[in-house]
């Protein structure tokens, strides 16, 4: 594994967390946000480097923001959140 791949796979972690805090199935977040289900899959895996309306509608769909995701795969991993 890459040091550059790691980021996607904190973030992939993230977001299969808060899935499953949802109690929500890959399959039914992936229809809800109107999505394939194979998107879901592979960022959750952390294959899948996703675009800005992808968090965003995963978010929506779970009922959060796109940032909790990022807070989340940071926290996660022990980084800290960058202060700008």
Known sequence: MSASSTPLI???KAIREMREERGLTGS???AA??????????????RLDPDYDLLLRLADA???RASEFVVRAETNSG??????
């Open 33 to 46: 946000a109107e999505v394939p289900h194979w998107r879901v899959t592979a960022l959750e895996e952390g």
């Open 28 to 30: 039914a977040l992936a």
């Open 62 to 64: 779970m009922g959060t």
């Open 79 to 84: 980084d800290e959140p960058c202060a700008r």
């Open 10 to 12: 904190a973030l992939g």
